[in-house]
């Protein structure tokens, strides 16, 4: 079953506009952006891990990503195809900024309004699915823990700490450079492609659609979720789980090309059914908050208790290597168990902390690792900025 | 005799002006060098103003934690653990949870062999 869509998986394209600058290999964070100086640059697809920070970073706008806006708009043309559409939580701080708004102003309403003038016939939310992830993710790293506390029943469980994996970059980045630390990721799939298998099987199922007739779109801040979504694997419901992935800056070019004057639509919710999320899946889109998320998860489950405040402060900033410890009374073991959390943010700075797990030396139970700095916010599917100092 | 006369390249004023010249480019070269100087340093704002947007958001959500999401609830009670709220359920494993790395070509195959089991 061929399931590409894409016309190639090469996703990150250095453009004859390139004037050999060197920033683009000053910010890759694998060294797969290369070239002498004066000479046109190209990318080592072999280490290229399609986060899309040279194409953001790039002085002179020279590199592109694979695009599958016509085929979006071909299949909201047909009619006899029910396209669903799905949107992370990053791209709602960062569309506005497209239309001359503020940056940071949260567009949510707008865009789910947009989203049904485009034409899709069920607008949904991928942040229902970061809610899904945080239930599974945070129910393995529970099991986890109960299998070093010596819990018997879950001797099957993965070793610790459990890295995430919501971030497709870091996922290749782990695949390509550390198979041994592949046992600590968690197995939850990103919430993207949660959403792609629960779309195709229940909702379809709800909704009385074919999932052979259903297309399913996502909109992302992200250039590496394009490559996640034509990964082989991502057939769980039987099909192809997402069919299409486009940028914040494609759907924005999406509704200028439609005429929708975008800053006067009013706020729409999301369709029910997997269109409800929290305020723990918002923070998704930014480092430390799928974290945070989980943590006031699995503080509820573990201890019994309801926290009185749901913020954990300790995990937010903005430096690349973040560490905190959050006490967790376990109501099953009778015991106060000190979570030891590490969040990364951006992979040149990940090496240190995943070699330290492979050799044993880590003290660390759950650890978040986000490719772009800063988070999908900064994702290399976003507005570009380009403000000198 | 014109042949025992000193013929010097350099007077002693040029050479000294000229050494130090000399020098205080290889110290200023060797600061850049050592410190690095990016010639294209763009503001970074944006990334804190878009976090604080986020940040914004989930204070005004109604509910703030995933396990209270009553749609989370409804598709494990209807679809991945009919009856009861239980992660990591044979169909959520199924459907929500991945391999990695050599593991994934016998998963794929897994998945063929079980293309319409899924819904």
């Known amino acids: 079953m061929s399931t590409a869509t894409l016309t190639d998986t090469e996703i990150i394209k250095i453009t004859n506009k390139c004037k050999a600058c060197d920033h683009c290999t000053s910010v890759c964070p694998t060294g797969a952006a290369k070239g002498l100086l004066g000479q046109k640059h190209y990318i080592d697809y072999k280490t290229c891990i399609n986060c899309g920070q040279c194409l953001i970073n790039c002085p002179f706008g020279a590199i592109t990503d694979s695009s599958t806006v016509d085929q979006v708009n071909q299949a909201l043309k047909d009619p006899g195809k029910t396209v669903i559409v799905q949107e992370a939580p990053a791209v709602r701080v960062a569309l506005g900024e497209e239309f001359g708004l503020p940056i940071g102003t949260n567009v949510k309403g707008k865009m789910h309004a947009a989203l049904r003038k485009l034409g899709f016939d069920k607008v949904y939310d991928t942040e229902f699915a970061a809610d899904l992830t945080i239930m599974e993710e945070g129910t393995e790293l529970i099991h986890r823990v109960f299998k070093m506390a010596g819990v018997a029943g879950f001797e099957d469980r993965g070793p610790l700490p459990q890295f995430t994996s919501c971030c497709p970059a870091w996922i290749k980045y782990a695949e390509d450079k550390y198979p041994a630390v592949l046992p600590h990721l968690s197995s939850a799939k990103s919430p993207q492609q949660m959403f792609g298998a629960i779309a195709k099987t229940y909702a379809a199922k709800k909704q009385g659609v074919n999932p052979a007739d259903m297309v399913s779109v996502s909109v992302m801040p992200c250039t590496a979720k394009k490559y ?29 090309d439609a005429g929708i004057d975008f800053a006067n639509l009013p706020d729409e919710e999301a369709d029910k059914l997997i269109g409800s999320s929290t305020g723990a899946a918002t923070i998704f889109g930014v480092t430390g908050g799928v974290m945070e ?97 | 005799m014109s042949i025992f006369k000193e013929k010097s390249v350099f007077t002693r004023r040029q050479f000294l002006i000229g050494s130090g010249m000399l020098a205080a480019t290889a110290v200023i070269t060797g600061i850049f060098a050592k410190f690095g100087f990016d010639a294209y340093a763009v503001s970074q704002d944006y990334i804190a103003k878009r976090a604080a947007g986020l940040y914004n958001l989930d204070e005004k959500m109604a509910i703030r934690k995933s396990h209270e999401n009553p749609e989370i609830l409804q598709i494990y009670k209807d679809f991945l653990s009919p009856g009861e709220v239980s992660p990591v359920s044979e169909k959520a494993h199924h459907l929500l949870h991945t391999k990695y790395g050599r593991e994934i070509p016998a998963m794929i195959e897994e998945l063929h062999a079980h293309r319409h089991d899924a819904a």
């Open chain 1, 228 to 256: 996640e979504s034509e990964r082989p694997e991502m057939i769980a419901s039987g099909f192809k789980d997402v069919d299409y992935v486009i940028t914040t800056r494609e759907l924005a070019s999406m509704i200028k």
């Open chain 1, 293 to 389: 998320a989980a943590l006031r998860t699995a503080y509820e489950v573990l201890s019994g208790e309801s926290l009185d405040k749901v913020e954990f402060k300790a995990v937010r900033g903005m430096q690349p290597v973040r560490e905190a410890t959050v006490e967790i009374p376990v109501k099953d073991l009778g015991i106060t168990l000190p979570v030891n959390v590490c969040i990364v943010t951006g992979t040149k700075y990940v090496d240190k902390v995943v070699e330290d797990v492979i050799a044993g030396r880590s003290n660390y139970h759950f650890i978040e690792v986000m490719n772009c700095p800063g988070g999908c916010i900064n994702g290399g599917g976003q507005p570009i900025r380009h403000e000198m100092y």
